[in-house]
């Protein structure tokens, strides 16, 4: 759970901080989990397989959000759209999985890291 | 008002978590050296297994039921502890960390207040942001706070104590079963007539000052809405956790270090008292999320001993490198924590074969002779000066170790 949030006291002079990442991407340390990235769906959202995920369980998913859930034993993640009357994970591909009562939701990714 | 809080299953309910294979499947989890079971669920329950169980007996019936198994890991346990830990102390001003997955949140005695709504919010936080299911009792008195929770989790997992028909749910609980009192304990007791919780309660007060130990007498206190101040221990812990909140805050990793010192020092006197060795440590340290003026800094660091040990120099070394690393300079600290996990009997340690520790009588020796002059002439009386740490490691067996999902970056859980 490594990671420093907050803001720097302002009585603290005028020192120069470095800039640190976990100030800009994470927002609630003990709610953040970070995963891996395994496949292609979510390219066009400009995630790669590969990538590092920055979850966060405290951020209520909505419309518009990439969702993390347990699908199949597996984790999954995809972009929630609205349909009509109801909600479904879609993969961008005109694939949707829709979202009932014993979805589990893991939690809302806020961010992506990616070495070049 | 006093709330017991802890984790369903915490070991097994932490594996599951990452594993979304695993929803509704039994998981046990092995001890140092995967020697026993030390940890299951209530789907490894029913399928007749339990707390105890030796391994080599065990193995082939959990593979025949399809029974997860797991070696104990103390690093993604310590690592998820503290992030409820960290969700208790932003929800209420003072918490009390008894167990790595134990806690007391203390609240104020309000007029008309909401408790069970309060407790309905922090069960539902924790769960929503670590997945991790807990309950919750709620009481006047820490002894009843943990009876309630007993209760809570087969009753929707909260529950408070001025609810209950109170009489009729002590009489259903045996005497041994009550915080502090022990099978030794409650031996003696039934030879006096007192088989249950009820019974204890009803012991007069008077009587219980003069035929009791001091913590016998304190229990029945609690039992009837009497808060004892003083710290009430089980006969036997599986983990010791030591930690106190700083009255003003401290900012300088010298006086983080005595604070710790002080508290191992603690912690190592009861694993001593209790013949346990302890082979992984954590350290927490955290500021004060009420504080909104200052930065925000809460971080947890664990590290394996090299072999399992009730040495203090070893121990208090090993936490002061943790400490060490854990700190960063500008923050007002509020917290400073030792855990020591898995814990298991100092006698049975097993001499290795290779081992070139051949000072282990010696340091033995040294201990004893620490532990008694500090009991005669007070603690600290002798105390450790430096630590030192060494980078032989211990070869442990863990043939079923899961992943450090959380604090590994090689070990993430993947997604598709």
Redesign the interface.
Known sequence: MATETGFPSPARGYEAQAINLNELLVRNPPATFYMRMQGVQLVYRGILSGDLLVVDRSRPPAPGCLVVFRQDGDFTCRELVRDGDSLVFADGAGNGIRVCEETEIFGTVTGVIRKL | MIFHIDANSFYASCERIFR??L?DKPIVVLSNNDGIVIALNDEAKKQGFARGNAWFKVSADCAAKGVHVFSSNYTLYA?MS???V??YNRLCPEVEVYSIDECFLYYPDWKCPDYEGIARHIRNTVL????MPVSIGIAPTRTLAKICNKLAKKRGGVLAWNTLRKDDELRAIPVGDVWGIGWSKAAFLRRYGIATAFDLRSYPLDLAKKNLTITGFRTVQELNEIPANERIESEKCRNICSSKSFGEPVTELSELEEALASYTEEAVSRLRAQKSAVSYVSVFLMTNPWDE????????LSASLQKPTSFLPDILGTAETLLRTLY?S?YRYRKVMINLLGLEDDIVLQKDLFDQDSGKQESDALMRCFDEINSRYGRNTLRVGTGRSDSRRWAMQRRFLSPA???D?RS?????
């Open positions: 979304p294979d929803a690592d503290a992030r409820i960290s969700i929503r942001e670590t997945g003026s200052g930065p925000q800094y809460c971080n947890q960063r500008g999902y959380t604090t970056v993430l859980p993947e997604v598709h």
